[in-house]
């Protein structure tokens, strides 16, 4: 909608929240400026995703990798530990993640995947497990797994 108002014009949209794609950011759960690694994978069966997960554990010391099933073949890996942007950057390229995803971080300074499903295809999150990194001594953000996890109904 647009309203001039003066010299102004005031745009906006009215959402239907029955209809809108519910995302979390990856500096959601920090008050710091840090974020969490969020990565999207698509194309990939999950066999692929959870070695994608070690993969990234080994490399960069990351302490756990929890695995969601995003669509038919896709899937969304968190990690939860506290990064600073660079780390995120640096992880996030390293990763076989989305391109859109990668560029979008750029752009926006953070990284955004979504919580709810779409409804133009079947895309319910669903918890797939979580892959531990039991040499890594970095901090996990506890009540942000329990909200990830309540977030996606699972």
Known sequence: MRIKIGNRILVFD????????????SDSFTDDGRHVFMCD?????????????????SKFDLPHMMVFRSSEDGYHL???????????????F???TDYNHKMCMLNNGFTTLR?????????KIEFEGEIENEESDRKILK??????LKMTNN
């Open 78 to 92: 968190y990690s939860l530990t506290p990064l600073t942007f660079d780390e995120l950057v640096e992880i996030t």
């Open 115 to 123: 919580l709810t499903e779409k409804k133009q295809k079947d895309s």
């Open 143 to 148: 009540g942000a797994k329990s909200a990830l």
């Open 41 to 57: 994978l698509d194309g990939v069966c999950l066999r692929d995703a959870r070695k994608e997960a070690r993969r990234l554990l």
């Open 94 to 96: 390293e990763s076989k």
């Open 14 to 25: 009215l959402l239907d929240l029955d209809k809108t794609v519910l995302g979390l950011n």
